[in-house]
């Protein structure tokens, strides 16, 4: 009996990160210096969507193995983005994760300044 696999690709969607934000982490700590402070192809955005990308190998719609995981950030005003580092994707992805709690009511704001402050 022969085995039949498919390769299946996947994006998950982490969430927003606001250019003052971004600007913030940039100036106090000198990382994400590869990301323009405003999208560098239409200057035109307020904040970039962050995606993680992963492989899942299948057989018999068993998923078996998640491999090669990667990490996109985008504008969301023209798609421009490019792939990110792993340390980049960790700081951009603490950003993204407050403020989608922020935005679902689930910790006040006083939470999120202060689970910002902590980056
Ligand atoms: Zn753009």
Not at 54 to 63: K, T, Y
Not at 75 to 102: H, T
């Amino acid at each position: 009996m022969a085995l039949w696999g498919k390769d299946i690709a996947r994006t998950k969607y982490v969430g927003n990160v606001y250019v003052d934000q971004l600007n913030r982490i940039k100036k106090e700590s000198g990382a994400l210096h590869r990301i323009a402070q405003k999208c560098e192809n239409c200057n035109n955005n307020d904040y970039y969507s962050i995606y993680e990308t992963f492989r899942v190998f299948r057989i018999m719609s068993i998923p078996l193995i998640q491999c090669d995981i990667s990490y996109y950030f985008s504008c969301p005003e023209c798609n421009f983005g490019f792939k990110l580092e792993v340390e980049e994707f960790k700081k951009l992805e603490q950003i993204a994760l407050i403020n989608s709690k922020y935005m679902e009511g689930k910790i006040t704001r006083s939470e999120f300044e202060s689970g910002l402050r902590d980056i």
